[in-house]
């Protein structure tokens, strides 16, 4: 069974500074998905990473994948308050059944 | 393009009663899945829909029933509520054959009361 974490699960930082979302996941993942939520709102689809060593990139924001570490990192380039939010990695194990993580709350402070 | 609906965008609800929920995926997809996501908590896997049957189900008990409808369209039963199942309620959209982007509604606000 397909297990998800993040870490850390709280973040908080001042804009300017970088930083990253670490995702772990147990077991083989036929892709690894990232999205946003602002709060009391629904999922935003950042990225989906299909294959070992993909990097997609979207302004400030960058993942990447290894599939052999079983790891996904979510990275934040001079953070703006705009992206305070709740970032959520996931993986789907067939037929895009996807298993969550605990998501991270990122505040990014003036 | 309209994107994934949802309704009700919240309703309240007394311990034993029924709910149903709805959803219409972006137009082009097939496939339904539905997901409960608890206050503080990542969406947790329901069941997925496509071509009117249920194809995956999560740990969720009986109680939860859903259905496809000819045009792709899906409901969400919960029977006998009780006051965990208050939750938020998301519907996630996709293409059964190439599904790399899941799209999710803006979710459905349920309190138990």
């Known amino acids: 069974e397909l297990k998800v974490e993040q870490n850390p699960l709280f973040l908080s930082m001042q804009e300017g500074k970088n930083y990253t979302i670490y995702c772990n996941y147990s077991?083989?993942?036929?892709?690894l998905y990232w999205y946003r939520q602002d709060p009391g709102k629904s999922l935003e689809s950042l990225f989906v990473l299909l294959s070992n060593g993909a990097v997609k990139q979207e302004g400030r924001l960058m993942a990447s994948l290894d599939t052999k570490a079983r790891l996904s990192t979510l990275h934040i380039t001079a953070a703006v308050h705009d992206l305070s939010a709740t970032y959520f990695c996931a993986g789907s194990q067939g037929a895009q059944k996807l298993v969550f993580g605990q998501g991270t709350r990122l505040t990014i402070n003036p | 393009d309209a994107g994934v609906t949802q309704s009700p965008t919240h309703l309240i609800k007394t311990r034993g009663q029924q709910v149903t929920l709805r959803c219409s995926p972006k137009?082009?997809?097939?496939?339904v899945s539905w997901y409960q996501q608890a206050l503080g908590q990542g969406p947790q896997f329901i069941f997925q829909y496509y071509e009117e049957e249920e194809r995956q189900r999560g740990n969720f008990p009986d109680r939860f029933s859903g259905h496809q409808f000819p045009n792709y369209s899906s409901e969400l039963n919960v029977n006998a509520l009780l006051l965990g199942d208050s939750a938020l309620y998301l519907c996630a959209s996709s293409l059964w054959q190439a599904g790399n982007t899941i799209y999710f509604g803006e979710g459905s606000w349920l309190t138990v009361v």
């Open positions: 137009s082009g997809h097939d496939t």
């Open positions: 077991t083989t993942s036929d892709r």
